[in-house]
């Protein structure tokens, strides 16, 4: 049937729900096909998984390992979890008497340079470089609401105020807000694609010799860092 005839069903048969029905599928597909999660999985399937000892100078290369610290670690604000790399993302719902969305207020991401160990070798990520040489997606694991019979815990108030939000409104009812985070814990399995570049280095991650792998990015190549499970099994196409 040509589109033109579908346009044309009658809206009080029911043509305009179908219509508006059909909008919002489309728009969940390519919703879920372009998400951040998807478009990582998608570009870490174009490699193979590689030992850290065959890279080669500049080699963009795919990793599996376990994350462990080089440095103190650090203490994630919501989770309270020992971690490398954290990520937490605050949402306030809001609404303009019509409709109601959520916004995000609260946007914070704190890294440290750190070690992935893979089959008894180790490599030096290097998470310190512009935002736009990395993409990092981490499962967003911990999550609190609070809202109008919901009042936050203390920490998370504190939280909020050290950023200068508050969780209740002009008439001190609570705000409905969600806090999300997403960390890399210490001993975590990861999956990492960057560029591998051999520096001297006294971290002595290798006995026989003085250099060790440093996985970074740039803007074109860049460094691609993921907890998600389904990276572990990822296979080159």
Not at 90 to 99: F, I, L, M, Q
Not at 200 to 209: A, P, V
Request: hydrophobic share 30%; with cysteine.
């Amino acid at each position: 049937m040509h589109i033109l005839n579908i346009l044309k069903l009658d809206l009080g048969n029911g043509g305009f729900f179908f219509i508006f029905l059909f909008g919002v599928i489309i728009f969940l597909i390519f919703s879920r096909i372009y998400s951040k999660k998807n478009r990582i999985l998608r570009k870490l399937k174009e490699y193979p998984f590689k030992k850290i000892q065959l890279c080669k100078e500049n080699e963009y290369i795919k990793i599996k390992g376990k994350a462990f610290p080089i440095n103190e670690p650090f203490i994630s604000p919501i989770g309270k979890r020992k971690c490398l790399y954290y990520k937490i993302q605050v949402e306030e719902k809001r609404s303009n008497g019509k409709s109601s969305s959520w916004r995000t207020i609260i946007k914070e991401e704190k890294f440290q340079d750190f070690i992935i160990e893979s089959q008894g070798d180790k490599a030096i990520v290097s998470t310190k470089i512009p935002k736009s040489a990395k993409t990092v997606y981490l499962n967003q694991d911990v999550e609190y609401t609070s809202g109008t019979w919901n009042d936050p815990p203390n920490f998370l108030d504190q939280y909020l105020k050290s950023h200068g939000k508050d969780s209740t409104g002009l008439f001190g009812f609570n705000k409905s807000i969600r806090y999300r985070e997403g960390v890399i814990e210490i001993g975590e399995k990861i999956t990492i694609l960057g560029t591998g570049n051999w520096k001297e280095s006294d971290q002595n991650l290798d006995r026989y010799s003085s250099k060790s792998l440093y996985i970074s990015g740039d803007s074109e190549n860049k460094l691609i860092i993921t907890d998600d499970p389904k990276a572990q099994e990822l296979k080159k196409k």
